[in-house]
């Protein structure tokens, strides 16, 4: 067991924030309490007390939990560096202030934003639990046990019917494809882990059925470029709503090219980490919009 005392720390809002799939509360009905976490075949149980954060794993795992949650990076100035005349982006940075990007495995990340087109959080959870379960390798517990995300050599052992069978839809063949790619090396993970932003996301793009918003979230959560600003239907919306009004590009530019005009116009500023404040506000507009249709429930 080993306790940190941790700011810009907040395993709630960095389970819920869109980038991690297996960071799941070990009371399903009370995500306040510990969460269980696996990554790259590691397993952790974690649990917050306000600053308190406690890691239940031996110590020589230490090190890598510290850099899968990237403690070594100061949030805070990410936070302060927001411009407050940028009223929507003060408050969503303030709101999500424990989120943190995660240094999360390569591989597993690609597959897993493969599988998210067209997919609410939820379900890509369980399609990730289902390809675990089903190729990944099984570790033993004191008291249980967990699957690790399937490799590459793993996963390729599953044909398309097999894929189809799970429900994937069209992913399955964008799946089998990848898992194929990466075998034989036409898709070489260790040089695309040595790429800059901008390349990176052109050998994404290369790549079958990756497009530029998939393409964005592998980069930001798999390779941590956090300048990669991800675009979908969540942010979107806040770019139009709250950004779109008061620009200068509404006028001249196509509405197909517009969220990328507003992007820039706004978070240029913000050079190399502009996907933290994304978090910030996907987090905040999901929150909020959550509770509305609670509220609007009752």
């Known amino acids: ?60 795992e ?20 927001v411009d407050p005349a940028d009223e929507y982006l003060s408050k969503a940075a303030a ?31 369980a399609l990730v639990e289902a390809l ?51 075998c034989s090396g036409k898709m070489d993970l260790d040089r695309l882990r040595g790429l800059n932003y901008s390349d990176s996301m052109e050998a994404l793009l290369s790549c079958y059925g990756i497009g530029v918003k998939v393409a964005n979230c592998i980069c930001l959560f798999g390779l941590h470029h956090i300048g990669a600003f991800p675009v979908d239907t969540w942010i979107k919306k806040i770019l139009l709503r709250e950004y779109a009004p008061k620009s200068r590009c509404t006028s001249h530019v196509p509405e197909s090219r517009l969220c990328a005009a507003l992007i820039e116009e706004n978070f240029s500023k913000y050079p190399g980490f502009a996907g933290v ?3 910030y506000i996907f987090f905040y507009e999901r929150e909020f919009s959550s509770k509305a249709a609670q509220t609007a429930n009752v």
């Open 1 to 60: 067991m080993i306790s940190k005392n941790l700011k810009n720390f907040n395993l709630r809002q960095i389970a819920d924030s869109g980038q991690c799939f297996r960071m799941i509360p070990c009371a399903p009905n009370d995500p306040q309490t510990a969460y269980r976490v696996i990554s790259s075949g590691h397993f952790l149980i974690v649990e917050q007390n306000r600053d308190e954060v406690i890691f239940h794993c031996p110590d020589d």
């Open 277 to 279: 404040l994304q978090q």
């Open 95 to 125: 709101f999500g202030s424990g989120i943190r990007i995660l240094n999360q495995d390569l591989w597993e990340m690609i597959i897993t934003f493969i599988i998210s087109q067209q997919k609410t959080i939820p379900a890509i959870r």
């Open 62 to 81: 230490s090190a890598f939990w510290d850099h899968y949650f990237d403690l070594g990076t100061d949030y805070g100035a990410y936070i302060r560096a």
């Open 132 to 182: 675990s379960e089903k190729y990944g390798t099984r570790y033993e517990l004191s008291s249980g046990y967990y699957y690790a995300f399937p490799t590459p050599e793993e996963l390729n052992h599953a044909s398309l019917d097999d894929l189809l069978a799970l429900k994937l839809g069209y992913r399955a063949k964008y799946i089998k494809r990848t898992c194929e790619d990466v």
